[in-house]
């Protein structure tokens, strides 16, 4: 069975940096894009960005690019969202996905728990 498991939430301060990860297990996800996208209090979950499988490709929501960007080590079976020069607007819980194929509007099957990231001023 697929597991995505996010690790790296926490507090932060205005302005600060924040890494996330999900580590991905089981078989039926290899070869499969991975996407992160996150949900703030009494919001819509909202797509932030992906990555395809070999990783060379990525694509973002069109506001949070050049401050977020997704990696991904296969070796080690962890995707990555870095998260720079961080707003309390960006206070969610941040989720990772994964789908068949990757490119934009694409279905997302497998999901994590989230992890919580909280931005203070």
């Known amino acids: 069975q697929a597991r995505l498991v996010e690790f790296g939430g926490g507090l932060v301060q205005d302005g600060g940096s924040l890494r996330l990860s999900c580590v991905l297990s089981?078989?039926?996800?290899?070869?499969?894009?991975t996407g992160w996208f996150r949900q703030a209090p009494g919001k819509d979950r909202e797509f932030v960005g992906a990555?395809?499988?070999?990783?060379?490709?990525?694509h973002y929501k069109e506001s949070l690019e050049g401050r977020f960007t997704i990696s991904r080590d296969n070796a080690k079976n962890t995707v990555y969202l870095r998260m720079n020069s961080l707003k309390r607007e960006d206070t969610a819980v941040y989720y990772c996905a994964a789908s068949e194929y990757y490119g934009v509007g694409q279905k997302y099957v497998f999901w994590g728990q989230g992890t919580q990231v909280t931005v203070s001023s």
């Open positions: 089981g078989s039926q996800i290899v070869g499969y894009a």
């Open positions: 990555i395809n499988w070999s990783g060379d490709s990525t």
